[in-house]
């Protein structure tokens, strides 16, 4: 009886244990997922209005320590037909392209981050 009810702690023990690895995991990789979109991000901002355009359909997969991530550029809107966005004062009315970044982990295809980023096109 007494042997049961140890063996039934340990067990206890060794699956708390378990479990917070695996949110620590879990955390690490959301954590390379959101720096990864993030530089990605601060690359196209720094970019010219053509060669944010041009990285539709844009992807790469990122190594990190705990696997693969795959990150996508979808660019919704072009030079010719931009997205007009309204301020909502004034009539002020903008175009540009919606910029998304998703970053999948490859091994479950799930989505870490997707995030999407209004770039304006250049004024005259």
């Known amino acids: 009886m ?24 879990e955390a690490q990789l959301q954590v390379e997922a959101m720096n990864l979109a993030e530089s990605k991000l601060d690359e196209l901002v720094r970019s010219t209005y053509t060669d944010v355009i041009d ?11 705990l696997g693969f991530l795959r990150l996508d550029v979808t660019v919704d809107g072009d030079a010719a037909n931009p997205i007009q966005k309204d301020l909502g004062f004034a009539g002020v009315v903008i175009g540009g392209v919606d ?3 998703t970053v999948k982990d490859v091994a479950t295809n799930r989505i870490l981050v997707d995030t999407t980023i209004f770039v304006t096109e250049p004024q005259p």
């Open 2 to 25: 007494a042997s049961a009810i140890l063996f039934a702690g340990v067990l206890a023990v060794i699956s708390a244990i378990v479990t917070g690895q695996q949110q620590a995991v």
């Open 55 to 65: 990285a539709d359909g844009t992807w790469l997969v990122h190594p990190t320590q």
């Open 99 to 101: 910029v998304t970044v």
